[in-house]
């Protein structure tokens, strides 16, 4: 079964840094690209960026770039998103989801994780 | 221009049958992607490709698409189908990759 179980809820303070991660399993982690999405409250889902693990080829959304690092380790097949200085507005829930398919035609998202709350609040 | 477009929300009889549209210029290229999200749930995929379910989704769900407009419809709408239905697909236009609609929250009455 393929899987994608994220890390707990976390809790910092503005201008922490944070790093989740995404645990992958029942698939080959390094051949498929594995994406973020974030879900700020009551709001819709907004894609941030992926990540080749064979290579760490990665791609950022406009929106996200230079906000965040999105990284892995292949040895123990988890995906990270990470924060230098966390901002209020990073308030949300972040999912991770395997890429199905290829790029170049499009391709789909599926499984996604659980889901990562953070709260950033002073 | 890099958006997918849906309408916020749409309601259905229960047994009835409801189509949930998403537009943008980026389908003119790629097939969109329909996920649904129930409150407190993550996202599960629908159908992707040109009509694709996966295992688990009912055969009531079909996809189709037309120009620059790709349709989700739930044919003998149930209960359990009240969620937030996102299309996405890849961006044909900018730099985003990928674009999600803003979602369609579908009530069943």
């Known amino acids: 079964e393929v899987q994608l179980v994220q890390s707990g809820a976390e809790v910092r303070r503005p201008g922490e840094s944070l790093k989740i991660s995404c645990k992958a399993s029942g698939y080959s982690f390094a051949e498929t690209w594995i994406g973020w999405v974030r879900q700020m409250p009551g709001k819709g889902l907004e894609w941030m960026g992926l990540i080749y693990p064979g290579d760490s080829d990665t791609r950022y959304s406009p929106s996200f770039q230079g906000q965040v690092t999105i990284s892995v380790d292949k040895s123990i097949s988890t995906a990270y998103l990470q924060w230098k200085t966390l901002k209020a507005s990073d308030t949300a829930i972040y999912y991770c989801?395997?890429?199905?398919?290829?790029?170049?035609?499009?391709?789909?998202?599926?499984?996604w994780g659980q889901g990562t709350l953070v709260t950033v609040s002073s | 221009s890099s958006e997918l477009t849906q309408d916020p929300a749409v309601s259905v009889a229960l047994g009835q049958t409801v189509r949930i549209t998403c537009q943008g210029d980026?389908?003119?290229?790629?097939?969109a992607t329909w996920y649904y999200q129930k409150p407190g749930q993550a996202p599960v995929l629908v159908i992707h490709?040109?009509?694709n379910r996966p295992s688990g989704i009912p055969d009531r769900f079909s996809g189709s698409s037309s120009g620059n407009t790709a349709s989700l419809t739930i044919t003998g709408a149930q209960a359990e189908d009240e969620a937030v239905y996102y299309c996405n697909s890849r961006d044909s236009g900018g730099d985003h990759l990928f674009l999600f609609g803003a979602g369609t929250k579908v009530t069943v009455l």
């Open positions: 980026s389908l003119r290229r790629y097939y």
């Open positions: 490709g040109k009509n």
């Open positions: 989801a395997r890429h199905v398919g290829t790029l170049l035609l499009g391709g789909w998202f599926d499984p």
